[in-house]
């Protein structure tokens, strides 16, 4: 942990901090020296003790699992007159540079049992913990670091100031979304799933599904269909109608062979269950490599919903905290088939909600989200609308289905000539 510590001293004055207070960021840096400045927002009126919790580690692996597994360890052992809010730290435009965390205020009489337990944390587990002291006059905030689970030695070799930092141009989460959140490429996500095969046995079922990659794979002589959009918005009467239509086959992502995987992989934190669904993508598009040689191919959801559902809940808060349409984020990866053409299906949220009803079966944790989170909806919505190489061509859904079925049947028979 020191040695983690040491190699991220030299950078330390430049990161940039952020703490989430009700949904909305406050961010702060630090500085050598104190001219002045106000006190930052995170730390105004604050009467208790001040902790951040930064998860770092070399191992991606360890880190996404036990930044998953921190809220619920400090939760269970904090005092009770401890507050969590969630936080970062990131180096501005600098890729991968992210670090995941909390910000912890204790108001409790003696602030005794939370450094016992952070300084274990310190000791055992990939964390950096700064504690945050209030001057005199209150209106100056000093920042140190712990080192080897002492929180009075081995501290940072000056005392930094704490200053308000100005917001960063692009929401700091996207800094980590390119194989990390959404994946581009079928060798970042197989060494993903390739790593958790001693701590995931599932992994090792997942790879011996995983086509080879050592044969060039033709393009389809068929066109190939995908069919987009939120759950409940008529995606799979569309694709059966479109298969009995044009004779077409029909395939879904995830293929029919990781369900029984599903469910373990909804469990796991994010690196690890996008990897699954990315190389799910890979699966499918053998599969329409095999059947796009006899005829036309329709599928239920591809890429566009991997990245789309990722991008989405990997950046908080408001819409326009998305990357900028034309941002990488949004690009086809290279080694996957692209499609001849993609539809996404859109509805009124109230009509989807009531066919949700209407249908009452389970849904995963994120279909769950769609329910009752609008900004969620359309965060999802808006990354769909800007993934590019191919883009969503955008149908109404809410006509009856005979209706929409001839509007994407049009599409098709201008765009794939069939």
């Known amino acids: 942990m020191a040695r983690r510590t040491m190699s991220l001293l030299p950078h330390w004055s430049s990161r940039v901090f952020s703490v989430e207070l009700n949904g909305t960021p406050f961010y702060f840096s630090t500085q050598e020296k104190h001219r002045g400045e106000e006190v930052p927002r ?15 580690s070399s191992d991606t692996i360890r880190r996404a699992k036990f930044y998953a597994e921190l809220k619920d360890k400090l939760l269970t052992n904090l005092p009770p007159e401890c507050h969590l809010s969630p936080m970062c730290s990131f180096l501005p435009n600098i890729k991968d540079s992210l670090l995941k965390g909390y910000f912890l ?8 049992p939370t450094e016992r337990l952070l300084r274990d944390l310190t000791q055992r587990d990939p964390v950096l913990v700064c504690s945050y002291l209030r001057g005199e006059t209150g209106g100056v905030w000093t920042q140190h670091l712990w080192s080897d689970g002492d929180s009075h030695t081995m501290q940072m070799p000056k005392d930094y100031y704490v200053v308000p930092a100005e917001a960063p141009e692009h929401h700091p ?59 409940a918005t008529g995606k799979t009467t569309l694709t059966e109608s ?53 005829t036309p191919v329709i599928v239920d959801r591809f890429w566009h919903s991997t990245a789309a559902y990722a991008i989405a809940t990997a950046v908080s808060g408001p819409v326009c905290n998305l990357p900028a349409e034309g941002s990488e984020v949004y690009c086809w990866p290279s080694d ?75 599409l098709i028979r201008g765009k794939c000539h069939l």
Do not use: W
């Open 242 to 294: 479109l298969r009995d239509a044009l004779g077409a086959s029909l395939l879904r992502s995830p293929p029919h062979c990781l369900s029984p995987m599903r469910a373990r992989f909804d469990r796991e934190p994010p690196l690890i269950r996008r990897a699954f669904y990315a190389l799910g993508n890979y699966i499918t598009a053998e599969q329409i490599g095999q059947e796009g040689m006899k």
């Open 336 to 410: 996957l088939l692209q499609p001849s053409l993609v539809v996404c299906l859109t509805l009124d949220p109230e009509e989807r909600r009531r066919r949700l009803r209407d249908r009452g079966q389970g849904k995963t944790e994120e279909e769950q989200e769609l329910d009752h989170n609008q900004l969620f909806r359309l965060k999802v919505e808006k990354a769909y609308q800007r993934i590019s190489g191919p883009v969503c061509v955008t149908v109404d859904a809410s006509p009856p289905a005979d209706q929409v079925l001839q509007q994407v049947l049009l």
């Open 173 to 231: 989460s996207t800094l980590n979304i390119i194989n990390s959140d959404v994946f581009y490429s079928f060798e970042e996500a197989y060494q993903v799933l390739e790593k958790c095969g001693d701590i995931i046995p599932e992994a090792r079922a997942v790879l011996a599904l995983l086509p080879s990659r050592e044969e060039p794979r033709r393009k389809p002589d068929f066109p190939v269909i995908v069919i987009e959009g939120l759950d």
């Open 105 to 112: 205020t204790d108001t409790s009489e003696s602030s005794s």
């Open 42 to 56: 995170v730390f105004r009126g604050n009467d208790g003790q001040c902790y951040s919790l930064l998860v770092c």
